[in-house]
C-alpha cells in the first residue's frame, strides 16, 4: 500500500514538474518571439526613418 502511495505521489509530482517545465519552454519561446517581433519593428522604424 505505501508503495502504490508513494508511486501515485511521484506520478502526480512529475506530472507537475513536466507542466512546469512545459510552462517554462512556452514561456522562454514566447519572450523570444516578442524579442523578435520588437526588434523587426524596430528595423522597420528605421526604415521608415
Sequence with gaps: ???I???WQNAQF???FMQRTCYI???SA??????RTCKNKED???LYV
Design 1 to 3: 500500500m505505501l508503495a
Design 5 to 7: 502511495a508513494a508511486t
Design 14 to 16: 512529475v506530472q507537475r
Design 25 to 27: 519552454s512556452n514561456l
Design 30 to 35: 514566447y519572450i523570444a518571439f516578442i524579442a
Design 44 to 46: 522597420v522604424r528605421i
